[in-house]
């Protein structure tokens, strides 16, 4: 009993670091933050994280310090706050955004894929066994992800292992952009390729398209979501050596690094592109801006040094390595994203509502038939999007649409949660940061209108473009998803009863 009561506690402090990298962390972020605000996403970026990654990363640590027993991370937290009822609403819309998350963004691998063979996507030339390319995308999206789902099942040990590798690649892409940017830079005489005007850099986007107040604000909500999946980790604190301590650090010290990282490396874009020029083709956009601005660094760097005539294969070669790290960092962030938010709220929320078979653990002490109804739905969203001809590209649409609130709104109640919980539960652990209550229900506050405002802007930038019928469907993914939620506790209450 106690050999195997001690094999399951495998996650050191470094693997957990290593794990809030790899699922919080996206270097694309940075370049599509460039592509669409220019300068002028580090203030966004740097207020986001004031006003909501880092206060929001510190009452997760200590409610992971406080709750470090609990299996169900994100739905016990909750349910200690806020009760059993909106435990399962807010636990179910912060479920069904990372389902949508993973159908909405399992297609970028192949990209990446494709990059890093050919130097450029060439996913629209894929074909198998007479299908076209949308299909075939879709049919190796789906064995991908049971592939995950296959390897996450085999015990956590398997999940940290290769979520360590995906973190080590951003790491690795993280030293080598710094690298490369500051050579280009002192090779240039400290000249930016992107001139910086004050103070309009820092507040005007270069981008026509981002002009409206509106739409400026609404780019915070972008900001948000790209701090996102920290709190995801709060279902492995019960497995964590010494988690009321190891557990907040590595939230405290992740949460600095992710920042600093972000701000830093938005900036350092403009070291080797002109904004104007390398976005000045059509073909550029939000899907392949990464590889646009690491194949312009390359050959920058090649004309900095003179090697004029080296040029195209630097670019090249550039652009290929960003791929592969990429790649390798997606698919670490999918073993955690595959096993993480299931557990929360399968093992969470009470096992009287589900079959036995769903929360029973396999001898890897894995919810392995609960993952691999995940891995169903997935595989069915990923057949409607990918074998439905013409109306998939709507349906993928409306996905993406119902996601889009659905992903900010369970943050809402996250850091709402966190008032209450101190309000009702002094904490009695080694981390505590949030010591006097009116510090708390200030930081909370501000916290909330930062998430408030920036839905507000979401719908408003919808309403100034007529875009009816996408606010219809931004408003509806919450609700929808809300409803399940309360379905589901109206059976647990009923079987309860």
């Known amino acids: 009993m106690t050999k195997k009561a001690t094999s399951v506690q495998q996650v050191t402090l470094l693997s957990m670091m290593l794990m809030i990298f790899t699922s919080t962390f996206a270097f694309d972020n940075t370049s599509i933050a460039y592509y669409t605000m220019g300068y002028a996403g580090i203030i966004w970026y740097v207020l986001a994280a004031l006003l909501f990654f880092v206060p929001s990363s510190l009452m997760f640590a200590e409610f992971g310090s406080a709750l470090h027993n609990e299996p169900g991370g994100v739905y016990s937290w909750l349910q200690k706050s806020l009760g059993t009822k909106w435990a399962f609403i807010g636990g179910f819309v912060w479920l069904a955004s ?19 063979l ?19 995308l879709g049919l190796i999206s789906i064995i991908f992800f049971c592939t995950i789902t296959f390897i996450s099942t085999k015990g956590l040990g398997k999940v940290v292992h290769l979520a360590a590798i995906g973190g080590l690649a951003a790491v690795a892409i993280t030293v080598f952009f710094f690298v490369i940017s500051f050579i280009v830079l002192i090779a240039n005489h400290f000249e930016l390729a992107q001139p910086v005007h004050l103070p309009k850099s820092l507040f005007v986007s270069p981008r026509k398209s981002y002009q409206s107040l509106s739409q400026t604000v609404s780019f915070v909500i972008f900001a948000v979501y790209a701090y996102a999946g920290i709190e995801a980790l709060g279902g492995v604190s019960d497995r964590m050596k010494n988690a009321k301590k190891n557990f907040a650090i590595a939230m405290g010290l992740g949460t600095l690094a992710i920042t600093a990282v972000y701000a830093l490396f938005i900036f350092m874009w403009g070291f080797s592109a002109n904004w104007t020029k390398t976005f000045s083709d059509s073909s550029v956009n939000l899907g392949n801006t990464t590889y646009v601005l690491m194949s312009n660094l390359g050959y920058t760097l090649a004309v900095s040094l003179g090697l004029d005539s080296m040029a195209s294969t630097f670019s090249f070669w550039c652009a290929r390595f960003a791929a592969f790290m990429m790649l390798l960092s997606y698919c670490g962030s999918f073993f955690v994203i595959a096993f993480m938010p299931i557990k929360s709220f399968i093992l969470g929320t009470p096992k009287a509502l589900w079959p036995s078979s769903l929360t029973k653990l396999n001898r890897h002490q894995m919810p392995a038939n609960a993952m691999w109804g995940q891995a169903i739905i997935v595989s069915i969203l990923l057949a409607l999007t990918s074998f439905g001809g013409k109306t998939a590209v709507s349906f993928y649409n409306v996905l993406t649409l119902m996601d889009n609130i659905s992903s900010t709104l369970p943050y809402l109640f996250l850091v709402t949660a966190f008032a209450l919980f101190k309000f009702k539960n002094p904490l009695k652990q080694d981390f505590i940061f949030f010591k006097s209550s009116s510090l708390t229900y200030l930081i909370v506050g501000l916290t909330d209108i930062l998430l408030v405002v920036g839905i507000g802007a979401t719908v408003v930038s919808s309403i100034s473009a007529q875009q009816y019928w996408d606010l219809f469907l931004e408003i509806v993914g919450p609700i929808l998803f809300g409803l399940i939620g309360y379905v589901l506790y109206l059976i647990y209450k009923h079987k309860n009863a």
């Open 118 to 136: 050919s130097g450029a996507d060439r996913t629209d030339l894929w074909r198998l066994f007479g299908l076209d390319s949308t299909t075939t």
């Open 98 to 116: 990372w389902i949508i998350l993973i159908v909405s963004t399992v297609s970028k691998i192949w990209i990446m894929l494709s990059t890093t």
